[in-house]
């Protein structure tokens, strides 16, 4: 199982802009999909965005398209969710995830097999 780290986060005003990483423990980084999910108040866990092990694909959900940008660093095991314009829908904490080993993308948007301890993001109106 990968160890995940998140960090970042924390309370920003609407319109604003905050990054978030996850750092893994794994030597084979490269070779797991990343993803990134969050959760509000009173509501279930949501699939926010994804990333090949490559860094090549990457998919995202409706509501944050051309807002969020998902990256890795495999060099330094880290994956990295930019988020601007943020809304105060946006609020929830955030998870990162490991998929399955060698597996595609797909497989994780349902659902990591490793999950990071979650950081809180809110944003004010």
């Known amino acids: 199982q990968v160890q995940l780290v998140e960090s970042g986060g924390g309370l920003v005003q609407a319109g604003g802009s905050a990054r978030l990483s996850c750092a893994a423990s794994?030597?084979?980084?490269?070779?797991?999909?990343m993803g990134w999910f969050r959760q509000a108040p009173g509501k279930e866990r949501e699939f926010v965005a994804a990333?090949?092990?490559?860094?090549?694909?990457?998919d995202y959900t409706d509501s944050v398209k051309g807002r969020f940008t998902i990256s890795r660093d495999n060099a330094k095991n880290t994956v990295y969710l930019q988020m601007n314009s943020l809304k105060p829908e946006d609020t929830a904490v955030y998870y990162c995830?490991?998929?399955?080993?060698?597996?595609?993308?797909?497989?994780?948007?349902?659902?990591?097999?490793?999950w990071g301890q979650g950081t809180q993001v809110t944003v004010s109106s």
């Open positions: 990333i090949s092990g490559s860094g090549g694909t990457t």
């Open positions: 794994t030597r084979t980084f490269c070779r797991y999909p």
């Open positions: 995830a490991a998929g399955e080993y060698a597996r595609t993308i797909a497989t994780i948007q349902t659902g990591g097999s490793s």
